[in-house]
């Protein structure tokens, strides 16, 4: 298997692309050792002390624990890919949620954030998505390589919000949450 580690604008983060579609519709974050009890490659590299596993739609981003140096941890993590990787994994289809519930401001905001936010952040190991739209102010979570990065505020507020204002004038900010 071919691995291509990028790095991402949270140096605490690296993106590790695989050839391979790894998520359907959306992305998976495992934030402990417990939560990823499918996963027993993804595990491993909690173990190693990652803090984050990320997986977009072709890649893995992983957050390590910020004492800790890539030197120490990179070979081994892609080394527990290479060989510890499912080798009968199929990509794991995420269900979207139907909008029939959803007004049409958060849906205008979803559009925007899919076509034309979230290809800029997936190039960046990561993903945003809207968790609630109320009175001008949308609240994202970020995620992946973004969660807690410390370029996030800026593109948040340069990027995202400057983005969104234009496209759904509704919008008067944006604020990051977290679960």
């Known amino acids: 298997m071919n691995i291509d580690v990028q790095q991402t ?3 605490d983060t690296l993106k590790f692309v695989l050839g391979l579609e790894l998520v359907q519709n959306g992305s998976i974050e ?3 050792h417990s939560e990823a009890k499918e996963y027993p490659f993804v595990q491993k590299i909690f173990e190693l002390g990652a803090e984050l596993v ?3 739609a072709n890649f893995i981003s992983v957050k390590k624990n910020g004492s800790l140096e890539w030197g120490k941890i990179l070979e081994e993590i892609k080394n ?3 060989n510890d990787f499912p ?3 199929t990509a794991i289809n ?3 949620e139907t909008s029939d519930n959803k007004d049409e401001i ?3 905001i979803e559009e925007v954030l899919e076509l034309k936010i979230r290809p800029a952040v997936a190039q960046d190991g990561g993903n945003i998505k809207l968790r609630s739209f109320i009175d001008g102010v949308a609240e994202v979570e970020l995620q992946g390589s973004c969660a807690g990065c410390p370029s996030s505020t800026l593109t948040l507020k340069q990027g995202v919000e400057r ?3 234009h496209y759904v004038p509704e919008v008067k900010s944006v604020r990051a949450v977290s679960l």
Request: no cysteine; net charge positive.
């Open 9 to 11: 604008p949270n140096p």
């Open 30 to 32: 495992f934030k402990s």
């Open 54 to 56: 990320f997986f977009g």
């Open 80 to 82: 527990i890919i290479k």
């Open 87 to 89: 080798k009968n994994f």
């Open 94 to 96: 995420i269900k979207k």
């Open 106 to 108: 958060f849906k205008k």
């Open 163 to 165: 983005m969104l204002v």
